[in-house]
């Protein structure tokens, strides 16, 4: 899928490239591997990292005379964990190419052509179809880390009203992680768009940087809004802590309060249970029932005076 930009919009295959016309389109890995590569001349080093298995999440910036080239893992910010795509990007004079490394859901033509559509053929350039092709992918990331910041706010919540289970610090640590992810995400793209604004290659019109700058301007405040969801969370596992910490505090003094209430008691049963044999109360017909009232005001007294002090 190649359209060439001039007076409009038009696909254009293999043989009818003109690289004295802007030219862009996603190809597959398959159709980079057996026909461009051989035809721009691309190093063997871009054929091995397109193909590189998917195990790293850092991207890789390749920057050469001639051509830039770069693989991006793409992230669904809604659902960090779920199918991870991945787009090389190459930049020549005139020409850029989307190759579809990994993409299940198709996201990366879709983007494509939406980007095709939305740029004018008259002035499209290879920074405003790059810009918008990035745009487009990160138009819901925004309500996305929205999302997460309600769900920070019914922690938060939780916490407050305490109805927080035995679970809440594992969902705490589980949406660090998720953040994490998302900054890390956003990180390799300010990678590649560093690497465009230095342009080192001299591929882009310097007049043209504005789109970079604009678009790495937007990927740094996501990636600064993630990072302090994640310093949010750190605040709500230390007032989830604080609030463990007081629910026990609230325990161990009502255990206090109950021991001391109790300690005159004790004292008594231990006193009047050594039974020596001239203890005027064990013979007198009142020692029981004196015991009793005695011990009942010892209990009412101890909770007035704790009552007083704000301890119960």
């Known amino acids: 899928m190649l359209y060439s930009f001039s007076e409009a919009c038009k696909p254009v ?36 990292e397109a193909e590189r298995p998917d195990t790293r999440f850092r991207s890789t910036i390749d920057v050469t005379d001639g051509h830039l080239f770069c693989v991006v893992s793409l992230r669904d910010v809604a659902n960090v964990y779920g199918a991870r ?35 004018n053929p008259k002035s499209a350039s290879i920074e405003r179809l790059i810009c918008m092709f990035f745009e487009l992918l990160l138009a819901d990331d925004g309500s996305d880390l929205e999302s997460y910041d309600n769900q920070i706010a019914m922690m938060e919540g939780m916490i407050e009203t305490g109805e927080t289970g035995k679970h809440f610090n594992g ?18 793209l300010l990678d590649i768009f560093d690497a465009m604004v230095e342009n080192e290659a001299d591929l882009f019109s310097e007049h043209r940087l504005h789109y970079f700058r604009a678009m790495r301007d937007k990927i740094a405040r996501l990636s600064a809004n993630a990072q302090l969801l994640r310093d949010s969370l750190v605040q709500v596992r ?75």
Do not use: H
């Open 13 to 48: 295959s293999l043989s009818e490239i003109d690289e004295n016309c802007l030219t862009a389109g996603v190809i597959t890995l398959a159709e980079f591997r057996e026909v461009f590569a051989a035809r721009f001349n691309f190093a063997s080093a871009v054929m091995e």
């Open 85 to 119: 795509d991945r787009v090389g990007l190459i930049v020549r004079k005139n020409l850029l190419l989307l190759v579809s490394i990994k993409d299940d859901d198709e996201s990366i033509p879709q983007a494509f052509e939406e980007a095709a559509r939305r740029v």
């Open 238 to 312: 230390e007032a989830y802590m604080a609030a463990l910490d007081y629910n026990a505090n609230r325990i161990m003094k009502v255990f206090t309060v109950v021991t001391t209430v109790f300690m005159p008691l004790t004292l008594l049963v231990g006193w009047y249970g050594m039974n020596f044999k001239y203890m005027p109360e064990l013979t007198s017909r009142f020692g029981y029932p004196a015991v009793i009232v005695l011990s009942v005001v010892v209990v009412i007294v101890s909770f007035i005076f704790f009552k007083r002090k704000k301890l119960l």
């Open 171 to 188: 969902e705490i640590l589980s949406l660090r992680r998720r953040l994490l992810i998302i900054r890390n995400y956003y990180e390799q």
